[in-house]
């Protein structure tokens, strides 16, 4: 798994991988450099991830719940059709804006 952050206007996160169990403890600390940017306009783009568990949710809904404390903007983009299955199933769809 990697993030790979671009700190422009907005921040752009991309993921490339699996998010699962082990690498979302890897990947924790790169998803704690992006709450420190909550308060401004952060895309996530999930177009090279491949796969997300219940671990790597979390770090998805941790980072919404930091950018609305500090009334930033949470976007999601480029997600596949599986992932968007599992967004669906576990109510994320209505957490998150999907560009």
Do not use: W
Not at 13 to 21: E, F, H, M, N, Y
Not at 36 to 63: M, N, P, Q, T, W
């Amino acid at each position: 798994m990697k993030v790979i952050i671009e700190n422009a206007t907005p921040v752009v996160a991309k993921l490339q991988g699996r998010l699962d169990t082990a690498a979302a403890v890897e990947v924790a600390p790169d998803f704690a450099k992006l709450g420190e940017k909550a308060a401004e306009h952060i895309i996530v783009d999930c177009s090279d991830l491949e796969y997300i568990s219940s671990s790597g949710l979390r770090l998805f809904l941790s980072l919404r719940k930091e950018v609305a404390s500090k009334s930033g903007k949470l976007q999601i983009r480029n997600i596949n059709q599986d992932i968007r299955q599992v967004f669906m199933m576990t109510g994320f769809i209505s957490l998150f804006e999907l560009i």
